[in-house]
C-alpha cells in the first residue's frame, strides 16, 4: 500500500513540476523577449536579433510540447524534467554567447537552472546540470559575440551604470522566480503530508476493523452451538397441547423461530464469506435484483417501518453482489429507522459513472461530531453499548469499493446518508 502510495504521488508530483518548469518557461520567454527589445531599441545596444529571436521561438516551440506532454496520459518520467531543463540552459547559452558571454549581467540565471534540478531532479542530475552549466560558462568566457554599445555607453561610468541595470533586473527576475518556485514546492510538500496523514488514518481505521472481524468471527463460531440447542427446544416446545391450545403463544413461538434463523443465517454468512472483505466470493449480479432483494430482506425484518423505497438503476447493469455492502446498506437503513419515527427514504441510482445510495430520514439530524468524522469507530450520541460502529464500517465499504460516505444535514431538517461508488470498482468493468 506504501508503494502504491509513493508511485502515484511522485507521478502527480512529476506532472506538477513539469507544469511549473512549463509556466516559468513562457516567463522567461517573455522575459528574454522584452529584454532583447528594451535594450537594442531603447539603449541603443546593437544586438543580432535574427538569431536571438530564432532562438525564442525555438524555446517557445519545445515549451509548447510540453505543455501538451502534460496534458496526456502517459506517466511524466523524470528524465523529461532534466532534458527540459538542459534545453533551458542550451538556450540561454547560445542567447549568452551572441550577447557578451559571461560579461552579460544576466550570466548568473544559469543558477536558477541548478536551483531547479536540486529541488526537482535527483542528486545526479542536479550534479549534471552542475557540470553542464559549469562548462557553459567556461566556454562562454572564451567564446561569445562581443557587445557592441552606443558611443555614450560605451566607457566609463555610464558602462557601469547599464551593468548595473542590467544586474538588477537579473536580480529582481531571479528573487521573482524563486518565490514561485519555493511556494509550489511548499505546496507539493503540503500535500505529500496531507497524504501521509490520511494513509496513517486509513491504517488505523483497518487496524480497527481486522480486530472487529476477528471478534465477530470467534463470536459467530462461539454462538454457533447456543443457537442450534434454543432452535431444537423452540422445535420441542411447539408439539406442546399449551402451545397449540394458546394462539398466542403459538405466534410468539413462530416470531422466536424466525428470529433464531435470522441469527443463524446471519453468522453462517459471517463464517462463509470471511474472504469476502479481500474480494473472495463476490459474484456478479443484476443491481436492481441485488438491492431489490435486500430492501425487501430489511422490510421483512422490520414490519413496522415505513421505506420509500426508489431504484433508478437501469435494468441491464451488472453488479458484484457483495455481503458487506448490503450489510452497509442495512446500517444506513436501521440508523434512518431509529432516528425518525416517520418515513424515511431510500433511493438508488447510477449517474455520472457512479452509483449513488441516498438515505434520508426526518430525525433530529448528524451531530456535528459525526459529521466531522463520520469515519471515526465509536464516534456516537447514543448511551447503548457497543453503539458508534454503524457509520465506520459503511465508510470502510464504500472506500474498499474505491468509494465514500457523506454526511450532511438538509436544510428542511432530518439527516442524508449517501454512499457514493464509483461505476467501473463496484460493476467489475462493466
Given at each position: 500500500?506504501?508503494?502504491?502510495?509513493?508511485?502515484?504521488?511522485?507521478?502527480?508530483?512529476?506532472?506538477?513540476?513539469?507544469?511549473?518548469?512549463?509556466?516559468?518557461?513562457?516567463?522567461?520567454?517573455?522575459?528574454?523577449?522584452?529584454?532583447?527589445?528594451?535594450?537594442?531599441?531603447?539603449?541603443?545596444?546593437?544586438?543580432?536579433?535574427?538569431?536571438?529571436?530564432?532562438?525564442?521561438?525555438?524555446?517557445?516551440?519545445i515549451?509548447?510540447a510540453?505543455?501538451?506532454?502534460?496534458?496526456?496520459?502517459?506517466?511524466?518520467?523524470?528524465?523529461?524534467?532534466?532534458?527540459?531543463?538542459?534545453?533551458?540552459?542550451?538556450?540561454?547559452?547560445v542567447?549568452?554567447?551572441?550577447?557578451?558571454?559571461?560579461?552579460?549581467?544576466?550570466?548568473?540565471?544559469?543558477?536558477?537552472?541548478?536551483?531547479?534540478?536540486?529541488?526537482?531532479?535527483?542528486?545526479?542530475?542536479?550534479w549534471?546540470?552542475v557540470?553542464?552549466?559549469?562548462?557553459?560558462?567556461?566556454?562562454?568566457?572564451?567564446?561569445?559575440?562581443?557587445?557592441?554599445?552606443?558611443?555614450?555607453?560605451?566607457?566609463?561610468q555610464?558602462?557601469?551604470?547599464?551593468?548595473?541595470?542590467?544586474?538588477?533586473?537579473?536580480?529582481?527576475?531571479?528573487?521573482?522566480?524563486?518565490?514561485?518556485?519555493?511556494?509550489q514546492?511548499?505546496?507539493?510538500?503540503?500535500?505529500?503530508?496531507?497524504?501521509?496523514?490520511?494513509?496513517?488514518?486509513?491504517?488505523?481505521?483497518?487496524?480497527?476493523?481486522?480486530?472487529?472481524?476477528?471478534?465477530?468471527?470467534?463470536?459467530?463460531?462461539?454462538?454457533?452451538?447456543?443457537?442450534?440447542?434454543?432452535?431444537?427446544i423452540?422445535?420441542?416446545?411447539?408439539?406442546l397441547?399449551?402451545?397449540?391450545?394458546?394462539?398466542?403463544?403459538?405466534?410468539?413461538?413462530?416470531?422466536?423461530?424466525?428470529?433464531?434463523?435470522?441469527c443463524?443465517?446471519?453468522?453462517?454468512g459471517?463464517?462463509?464469506?470471511?474472504?469476502?472483505?479481500?474480494?473472495?466470493?463476490?459474484?456478479?449480479?443484476?443491481?436492481?435484483?441485488?438491492?431489490?432483494?435486500?430492501?425487501?430482506?430489511?422490510?421483512?425484518?422490520?414490519?413496522?417501518?415505513?421505506?420509500d423505497?426508489?431504484?433508478?438503476?437501469?435494468?441491464?447493469?451488472?453488479?458484484?453482489?457483495?455481503?458487506?455492502?448490503?450489510?452497509?446498506?442495512?446500517?444506513?437503513?436501521?440508523?434512518?429507522?431509529?432516528?425518525?419515527?416517520?418515513?424515511?427514504?431510500?433511493?438508488?441510482?447510477?449517474?455520472?459513472?457512479?452509483?449513488?445510495?441516498?438515505?434520508?430520514?426526518?430525525?433530529?439530524?448528524?451531530a456535528?461530531?459525526?459529521?466531522?468524522?463520520?469515519a471515526?469507530?465509536?464516534?456516537?450520541?447514543?448511551?447503548?453499548?457497543?453503539?458508534?460502529?454503524?457509520?465506520?464500517?459503511?465508510?470502510?465499504?464504500?472506500?474498499?469499493?474505491?468509494?465514500?460516505?457523506?454526511?450532511?444535514?438538509?436544510?428542511?431538517?432530518?439527516?442524508?446518508?449517501?454512499?457514493?461508488?464509483?461505476?467501473?470498482?463496484?460493476?467489475?468493468?462493466?
Amino acid at each position: 500500500m506504501g508503494i502504491g502510495l509513493d508511485d502515484t504521488f511522485d507521478e502527480r508530483a512529476r506532472r506538477k513540476n513539469l507544469a511549473l518548469l512549463v509556466r516559468l518557461r513562457w516567463i522567461a520567454i517573455l522575459g528574454q523577449g522584452l529584454t532583447t527589445g528594451l535594450l537594442h531599441f531603447g539603449f541603443g545596444v546593437v544586438l543580432p536579433l535574427g538569431p536571438m529571436a530564432l532562438v525564442i521561438a525555438l524555446q517557445a516551440l519545445i515549451n509548447l510540447a510540453g505543455w501538451l506532454r502534460g496534458r496526456s496520459r502517459r506517466p511524466v518520467a523524470g528524465g523529461e524534467l532534466l532534458a527540459m531543463l538542459m534545453a533551458d540552459v542550451a538556450a540561454l547559452t547560445v542567447m549568452f554567447g551572441l550577447s557578451g558571454g559571461t560579461t552579460n549581467p544576466f550570466i548568473s540565471l544559469f543558477l536558477l537552472q541548478i536551483i531547479l534540478g536540486a529541488l526537482l531532479l535527483r542528486p545526479w542530475a542536479a550534479w549534471l546540470l552542475v557540470a553542464t552549466t559549469s562548462l557553459a560558462w567556461i566556454g562562454l568566457s572564451r567564446f561569445h559575440r562581443p557587445l557592441e554599445l552606443p558611443h555614450h555607453h560605451g566607457e566609463g561610468q555610464n558602462l557601469f551604470d547599464l551593468h548595473l541595470l542590467g544586474m538588477f533586473i537579473c536580480f529582481l527576475l531571479a528573487a521573482a522566480l524563486l518565490v514561485r518556485i519555493i511556494s509550489q514546492i511548499r505546496d507539493t510538500l503540503r500535500e505529500r503530508d496531507t497524504a501521509l496523514a490520511d494513509l496513517r488514518c486509513q491504517r488505523s481505521e483497518e487496524d480497527h476493523l481486522i480486530r472487529i472481524g476477528l471478534l465477530a468471527s470467534g463470536a459467530a463460531h462461539e454462538l454457533g452451538s447456543p443457537l442450534a440447542t434454543i432452535s431444537v427446544i423452540l422445535g420441542d416446545w411447539r408439539g406442546l397441547p399449551q402451545i397449540a391450545a394458546d394462539p398466542g403463544l403459538a405466534r410468539d413461538l413462530a416470531e422466536a423461530e424466525s428470529q433464531v434463523e435470522r441469527c443463524k443465517r446471519i453468522i453462517t454468512g459471517i463464517l462463509a464469506s470471511s474472504g469476502a472483505a479481500r474480494g473472495e466470493g463476490a459474484a456478479s449480479t443484476s443491481a436492481g435484483e441485488f438491492f431489490d432483494a435486500a430492501v425487501a430482506e430489511w422490510r421483512a425484518h422490520h414490519p413496522g417501518a415505513v421505506l420509500d423505497y426508489l431504484n433508478r438503476l437501469p435494468p441491464d447493469l451488472v453488479f458484484i453482489a457483495d455481503l458487506s455492502l448490503r450489510q452497509a446498506l442495512f446500517n444506513l437503513l436501521d440508523n434512518a429507522q431509529k432516528a425518525s419515527a416517520a418515513a424515511i427514504r431510500l433511493e438508488i441510482g447510477a449517474t455520472d459513472g457512479r452509483i449513488e445510495l441516498t438515505v434520508t430520514d426526518q430525525g433530529s439530524g448528524f451531530a456535528p461530531q459525526i459529521l466531522a468524522a463520520p469515519a471515526r469507530p465509536w464516534n456516537t450520541t447514543s448511551d447503548r453499548e457497543g453503539a458508534g460502529l454503524g457509520l465506520f464500517l459503511c465508510s470502510n465499504v464504500a472506500r474498499r469499493f474505491g468509494g465514500a460516505l457523506k454526511l450532511r444535514n438538509p436544510r428542511g431538517g432530518g439527516a442524508e446518508a449517501a454512499m457514493i461508488l464509483p461505476l467501473d470498482p463496484a460493476t467489475g468493468g462493466n
